[in-house]
């Protein structure tokens, strides 16, 4: 499996609400959480963020001199 779901992604939320450690440890070092919530599930991920492409309307110069140039969350 190359990437998280959605509902992969749902459970981790549920698993740092309800355990303050995994809540740490999502927070500071998630590519660790997203593996040990995998090892915990049975499952491999190889990517952890899937980034996508820049606006096709945003150059690289609006990009560093804008604070309306603000990426979407990369996940839920």
């Not at 990437?3 to 927070?27: I, S, Y």
């Not at 500071?28 to 190889?46: C, R």
């Not at 980034?51 to 990426?71: E, M, Q």
Request: with cysteine; aromatic share 6%.
């Amino acid at each position: 499996m190359s990437a998280p779901t959605n509902d992969d992604w749902g459970k981790m939320h549920a698993k740092a609400w309800k355990d303050p450690e995994f809540r740490t440890l999502l927070e500071q070092d998630p590519t660790s959480a997203v593996k040990a919530y995998g090892d915990e599930v049975g499952k491999t991920f190889t990517k952890i963020v899937n980034l996508g492409d820049k606006p096709s309307d945003a150059s690289d110069d609006d990009l560093h001199t804008h604070d309306s140039a603000v990426a979407p969350p990369a996940c839920c």
